[in-house]
């Protein structure tokens, strides 16, 4: 897949597969082409070469409600709904499946505030949207993708405002889900522990793909984010362990 604009090639050639139920990660330094990379996925951008295919499907070809169906999204930074409450802006990702201006039904409310419990925010419902701190909006968004039951949930730094735990209760969450995931994330610790493979970006192009540990290398740390670091199993988990070093 390419993507350019304004005489910019912000992509080049990716090539990028997240198997059914698997959690792939998106990592990269800042101005890799991460979140390019997400948006051409989930349609906000479309590929100028290149195909995007859900399901065996060319993305391109699908209509507005029927990609909403197979893919949710979770921008990195979401403005304020004037004026609407925490579960109305859920009760969005219900929209694909129903006709426009269709009333919720109780099967919606009762989705609603599942997705809610789910991400620990149901004492959130019936605030404003647009009152809310920018860690409790994280988690109003990720219900909202939530209810819209996709096959594919594409997150752009879903922990972005969030605190340690919330960070690892999304992850956790987003992770055991039954949908395929596809995620942005600037922590590479948060990535080798909670994804099955990673895509590191490097200026437009992918450099390593991989599980964790074959990705997450001292070699590729310096070469690609011009860092030194020790990496090494976690003692607990594992998974790469990566330590800067000054």
Not at 46 to 65: I, Q, W, Y
Not at 86 to 109: C, I, L, N, Q, T
Request: charged residues 25%.
């Amino acid at each position: 897949m390419h993507f350019a604009t304004d005489g910019r090639t912000l992509l080049h050639g990716v090539d990028l597969t997240a198997a059914p139920g698997e959690t792939v990660a998106v990592v990269g330094p800042n101005g890799s082409g991460k979140t390019t990379l997400l948006r051409c996925v989930h349609g906000a951008l479309r590929p100028t070469g290149g195909r995007v295919l859900l399901d065996g499907r060319d993305a391109g070809a699908l209509s507005v409600k029927e990609r909403a169906r197979r893919v949710a999204v979770v921008p990195q930074d979401a403005g304020g709904v004037p004026g609407l409450a925490v579960h109305e802006v859920v009760a969005m990702g219900r929209s694909p499946y129903k006709r426009f201006w269709e009333p919720d039904g109780r099967d919606d409310a009762h989705r609603v505030a599942e997705a809610l419990r789910t991400v620990g925010a149901a004492e959130l419902a019936g605030r404003r949207f647009d009152e809310l701190s920018g860690g409790e909006r994280q988690r109003a968004l990720v219900a909202r993708a939530l209810v819209q039951d996709p096959g594919l949930l594409a997150l752009d730094e879903p922990t972005n405002h969030l605190d340690i735990r919330h960070q690892l209760a999304v992850l956790r969450l987003v992770r055991d889900l039954p949908a395929t995931v596809l995620l942005v994330l600037h922590d590479l610790n948060l990535a080798a522990s909670f994804c099955d493979r990673l895509y590191v970006l490097h200026e437009g192009r992918v450099v390593a793909d991989g599980a964790p540990a074959e990705v997450l290398t001292e070699a590729l740390l310096r070469e690609v984010y011009g860092v030194r670091a020790h990496v090494s199993p976690h003692p607990t988990t594992g998974a790469p362990n990566v330590v800067y070093l000054p």
